[in-house]
């Protein structure tokens, strides 16, 4: 995958502006799931990804400056389109938040680090690194197996609202390829999106899910 | 105040775990700050005062680990408490969330910097330095400020705001230096509960609001 997506990278500015929000994004949704959660076990545990995911946004702003950006006008044109994201991909409950967390972090930091291969070596070799989110996955599939074994109801809750985020959530990575609004032609993105569609089946698959 | 303070300190292990999970809440108070925040430059300076709060919850956890505490259960006794504390503390828009971040963890972050001086010495010079919320202090004066000086009316709302807080913040104080259930008698906490309002009529003035 990574030798395909790596010729769909933007500048370095423009990948490292629109992560640095996406990361934001990311961990506001866990901040949702700690603040929500049912225990203290749970939130305690949570708030390790939580962390997870802000210290990689700090990392990605530290090398927009290092660019000479301005982080804030940098990450401006993103905003709207990516709280429209954030917004559609809510979640009712916390079972729903934490599975929010889990698949579009999940999926989206495959995608980011894909691109990564496009970015200048030393860059795109800190950001796979930082893109690395394990924490959050291994906390995510322990707390959502504990509900979902002993809950067939909320299993297959679950595996319906997986496959909604699926949608909205490539439709934010396909967003980050376009050029001059544009799309690739499919040829070039197919390939992509049919492995990050099986990275994600496996994330389902992960929780006793069908995809 | 250190001085009275610290002989009213509790065990390492009741310090420790009462603070941890206070330090959850203030984070999740600063989480709704970023998520709520209606510009991207306020989203992105937030983030770094979560950050800070965050990592502070991971070293108070990490001592509690290094006393040999499972962190869970040594918080659970505080969560019902603290989280009525959260609810009742929430505020209504972004700027009372704003003046709630600023308050209560500047009054409780000056209190248990206060207490520390009655742990084991290393202990306590270690939490000294954790509770130094500079980012926050800082971030938060700032955006606060902003909003006032051009608004009247939310200055007035948000001094009342900020007197409704402390009688709760002060109750958090008072419950964590409990001894069976009583309060220690008044002259002895008399002087440290006088010093850490004169800190918060300090804030207030900092905003350019009566206390």
């Known amino acids: 995958m990574k030798v395909e997506l790596s010729a769909l990278s933007p500048t370095p500015q423009v990948y490292l502006a629109r992560l640095a929000y996406l990361l934001l994004v990311l961990f506001e949704n866990m901040g949702r799931a700690v603040t929500t959660a049912p225990t203290t076990a749970a939130k305690s545990t949570l708030s390790g990804a939580a962390s997870e995911l802000l210290d990689a946004h700090h990392a990605v702003v530290a090398e927009l400056v290092a660019l000479g950006a301005d982080p804030t006008d940098a990450m401006e044109p993103y905003h709207r389109e990516l709280d429209d994201f954030q917004r559609r991909t809510q979640g009712a409950d916390w079972y729903e ?3 929010t967390c889990y698949l579009t972090a999940g999926f989206l930091s495959d995608f980011y680090a894909g691109l990564a291969g496009g970015l200048p070596k030393a860059l795109g070799a800190r950001m796979t690194d930082k893109l690395q989110l394990a924490v959050g996955e291994h906390v995510l ?16 809750r679950l595996a319906l609202w997986g496959r909604r985020l699926v949608g909205d959530t490539m439709l934010v990575a396909q967003d980050a390829i ?8 499919e040829e070039r993105i197919e390939p992509v999106f049919t492995e990050l569609v099986s990275e994600h089946t496996r994330r389902m698959d992960a929780l006793g899910l069908t995809a």
Chains 1, 2 share one sequence.
Do not use: K, Y
């Open 97 to 99: 938040i934490l599975v």
């Open 141 to 156: 599939v322990e707390l959502l197996r504990a509900g979902i074994d002993q809950n067939s109801r909320l299993a297959s």
């Open 178 to 185: 376009r050029v001059d609004g544009q799309l690739p032609t």
